[in-house]
């Protein structure tokens, strides 16, 4: 029985080395193009509880033995992220090195809410947070300032110039919550405390997220609250209207009500839309006259990896009308779950909403104004080592390598969009309105919505692959008005092992789904 009172060395040889060999095994079994289980798990409800029902042991086991009952029996309750088969999400990437970077942040067990209890975990936040900015090509205001640039050649630590910065938060869901507390606490700042509830504004299109932060930090009174977050209209291309905007805005104003955040999403959920920061970013500059009142925040959260591309930065002009912007290197960048990468401008007013200084969390360092306390820019108090994974992907794959990433899955869904096209059962979206060209495909089969919900239900129960539908205008192309709302198939290609002949085996699945939908009549 392993010591329950030491951190046992050994235990942790034997049970990692069985944890690693079963995910070597995995991994390799899980990318074949014919691998022996579904995509999508087939348990039905309550089973895996039932698999694993009973009391916890009086005696500990050996955790090999444990890892030999527990792997197997998880296998049928689990749907297939990392198969290159699965195309009903965006992805949820891993890779080699973030799994190690993960494994290290768990054994090393640092707890980096401030500078002082881990310089290390919260610099080399700081360093790969300006890493990533600067190989997407955002601001130079992004990030921690010039003295940040001396750091990284060596110099002595000097208190960081600028206003900017990057922390790695959970998700982009946590990222939207601080952006709205940092906006409010600015805006009272600004207007000195003038009385009128806040509104938030995101488009039509906009991830659900946006209305549940609002719900969190009590800017909306509930889900269904359209007073308080208010979804603009799209054009043709899915893109928040940028006059409407103003318009909503005003109303407001004359209300008695008060803007206070912007989100613009640069790639939608349902069609990797992309709003147009240039042309809001000026609006809400002759909206707010000199000063920045209403905050502007940008979610890329799946599209923002491809910027590591130059071809696909044209997403992010306007970039520097942003106070906040992040995007997820845990869909597309081979960083595992979960990483969340978040810049600001106007980290003043995000460490000012969120920063609360008990005397059990004072240090020297702090008080002086010589380093930052990453628990100012979150919700938790807590935080573990997230950047080691980063750190790791970044240094092993290199630019080009990621480069190389992002362009092979491109070029592999710009293949499947022509066998779709050659298909003349269906119709696909104009690639330039979904990302301007990344690895999302919107297509529906000719006929009705019930049609196309039955294609996808009978190509997942067949189990070589996963995918998904939503619900976007159609049809989805170039034009001053969208389209109906439709039911809308998405392959969202982009898992790590993903090459063509995976592509092809999901078009081979969906292809025999049709020729069944089609029979049936």
């Given at each position: 029985?392993?010591?329950?009172?030491?951190l046992?060395?050994?235990?942790?040889?034997?049970?990692?080395?069985?944890?690693?060999?079963?995910?070597?095994?995995?991994?390799?079994?899980?990318?074949?193009?014919?691998?022996?289980?579904p995509?999508?798990?087939?348990?039905?409800?309550?089973?895996?509880?039932?698999?694993?029902?009973?009391?916890?042991?009086?005696?500990?086991?050996?955790?090999?033995?444990?890892?030999?009952?527990?792997?197997?029996?998880?296998?049928?309750?689990l749907?297939?992220?990392?198969?290159?088969?699965?195309?009903?999400?965006?992805?949820?990437?891993?890779?080699?090195?973030?799994?190690?970077?993960?494994?290290?942040?768990?054994?090393?067990?640092?707890?980096?809410?401030?500078?002082?209890?881990?310089?290390?975990?919260?610099?080399?936040?700081?360093?790969?947070?300006?890493?990533?900015?600067?190989?997407?090509?955002?601001?130079?205001?992004f990030?921690?300032?010039?003295?940040g640039?001396?750091?990284?050649?060596?110099?002595?630590?000097?208190?960081?110039?600028?206003?900017?910065?990057?922390?790695?938060?959970s998700?982009?869901?946590?990222?939207?919550?601080?952006?709205?507390?940092?906006?409010?606490?600015?805006?009272?700042?600004?207007?000195?405390?003038?009385?009128?509830?806040?509104?938030?504004?995101?488009?039509?299109?906009?991830?659900?997220?946006?209305?549940?932060?609002?719900?969190?930090?009590?800017?909306?009174?509930?889900?269904?609250?359209?007073?308080?977050?208010?979804?603009?209209?799209?054009?043709?291309?899915?893109?928040?209207?940028?006059?409407?905007?103003?318009?909503?805005?005003?109303?407001?104003?004359?209300?008695?009500?008060?803007?206070a955040?912007?989100?613009?999403?640069?790639?939608?959920?349902?069609?990797?839309?992309?709003?147009?920061?240039?042309?809001?970013?000026?609006?809400?500059?002759?909206?707010?006259?000199?000063?920045?009142?209403?905050?502007?925040?940008?979610?890329?959260?799946?599209?923002?990896?491809?910027?590591?591309?130059?071809?696909?930065?044209?997403?992010?002009?306007?970039?520097?009308?942003?106070?906040?912007?992040?995007?997820?290197?845990?869909?597309?960048?081979?960083?595992?779950?979960?990483?969340?990468?978040?810049?600001?401008?106007?980290?003043?007013?995000?460490?000012?909403?969120?920063?609360?200084?008990?005397?059990?969390?004072?240090?020297?360092?702090?008080?002086?104004?010589?380093?930052?306390?990453?628990?100012?820019?979150?919700?938790?108090?807590?935080?573990?080592?997230?950047?080691?994974?980063?750190?790791?992907?970044?240094?092993?794959?290199?630019?080009?390598?990621?480069?190389?990433?992002i362009?092979?899955?491109?070029?592999?869904?710009?293949?499947?969009?022509?066998?779709?096209?050659?298909?003349?059962?269906?119709?696909?979206?104009?690639?330039?309105?979904?990302?301007?060209?990344?690895s999302?495909?919107?297509?529906?089969?000719?006929?009705?919505?019930?049609?196309?919900?039955?294609?996808?239900?009978?190509?997942?129960?067949?189990?070589?692959?996963?995918?998904?539908?939503?619900?976007?205008?159609?049809?989805?192309?170039?034009?001053?008005?969208a389209?109906?709302?439709?039911?809308?198939?998405?392959l969202?290609?982009?898992?790590?092992?993903?090459?063509?002949?995976?592509?092809?085996?999901?078009?081979?699945?969906?292809?025999?789904?049709?020729?069944?939908?089609?029979?049936?009549?």
């Amino acid at each position: 029985m392993p010591d329950l009172h030491t951190l046992d060395g050994d235990a942790l040889r034997r049970g990692g080395e069985r944890a690693l060999e079963m995910l070597a095994a995995y991994w390799s079994s899980v990318q074949a193009i014919e691998p022996g289980f579904p995509v999508g798990s087939t348990a039905k409800p309550g089973e895996m509880y039932r698999r694993f029902a009973g009391p916890a042991p009086e005696s500990g086991r050996a955790m090999e033995d444990v890892l030999g009952g527990l792997v197997p029996g998880l296998m049928g309750g689990l749907t297939h992220w990392q198969s290159p088969r699965f195309a009903a999400f965006f992805p949820a990437n891993t890779s080699a090195p973030a799994v190690v970077g993960d494994l290290l942040s768990s054994g090393l067990g640092v707890q980096g809410m401030l500078w002082a209890t881990s310089p290390a975990c919260t610099e080399l936040e700081m360093l790969v947070t300006d890493q990533l900015a600067r190989i997407i090509g955002l601001p130079e205001a992004f990030c921690f300032g010039q003295t940040g640039q001396a750091l990284e050649a060596g110099a002595d630590a000097k208190p960081f110039e600028g206003n900017g910065g990057g922390v790695i938060q959970s998700t982009a869901s946590d990222a939207a919550v601080v952006a709205m507390v940092a906006a409010r606490h600015r805006l009272r700042r600004l207007d000195g405390g003038r009385e009128g509830r806040l509104v938030v504004y995101a488009s039509h299109q906009s991830h659900s997220s946006i209305t549940k932060a609002a719900v969190v930090t009590g800017i909306a009174d509930g889900v269904e609250d359209q007073r308080h977050v208010r979804l603009i209209d799209t054009d043709g291309a899915l893109r928040m209207d940028a006059g409407a905007l103003l318009a909503a805005m005003r109303e407001d104003v004359a209300a008695g009500r008060r803007p206070a955040l912007v989100c613009a999403t640069l790639g939608t959920t349902s069609t990797c839309a992309v709003d147009n920061l240039a042309a809001i970013g000026p609006v809400l500059r002759a909206f707010d006259g000199p000063s920045r009142r209403v905050w502007l925040h940008a979610d890329a959260a799946f599209a923002g990896a491809a910027w590591v591309c130059p071809e696909h930065r044209w997403m992010m002009r306007g970039a520097e009308h942003a106070d906040s912007l992040c995007f997820n290197p845990h869909k597309w960048l081979l960083t595992g779950f979960d990483c969340d990468v978040m810049w600001t401008q106007d980290r003043a007013s995000l460490t000012g909403s969120l920063s609360i200084n008990p005397a059990y969390l004072q240090t020297s360092a702090a008080e002086a104004g010589a380093v930052f306390d990453y628990r100012d820019w979150q919700v938790p108090l807590g935080r573990r080592f997230r950047a080691l994974k980063l750190y790791l992907v970044l240094q092993c794959f290199g630019t080009e390598g990621l480069r190389r990433y992002i362009r092979g899955h491109v070029e592999i869904a710009e293949r499947l969009e022509a066998l779709i096209a050659a298909d003349g059962r269906f119709e696909l979206a104009d690639r330039r309105l979904t990302g301007g060209g990344l690895s999302l495909l919107c297509m529906r089969l000719k006929g009705s919505d019930e049609a196309n919900r039955r294609l996808v239900a009978l190509a997942n129960a067949e189990g070589r692959t996963f995918l998904g539908t939503t619900v976007a205008p159609w049809p989805l192309v170039e034009g001053p008005q969208a389209g109906t709302p439709a039911a809308v198939i998405r392959l969202a290609l982009g898992s790590t092992g993903l090459t063509w002949a995976h592509a092809e085996a999901v078009w081979d699945a969906v292809r025999r789904a049709a020729d069944r939908v089609v029979a049936e009549g």
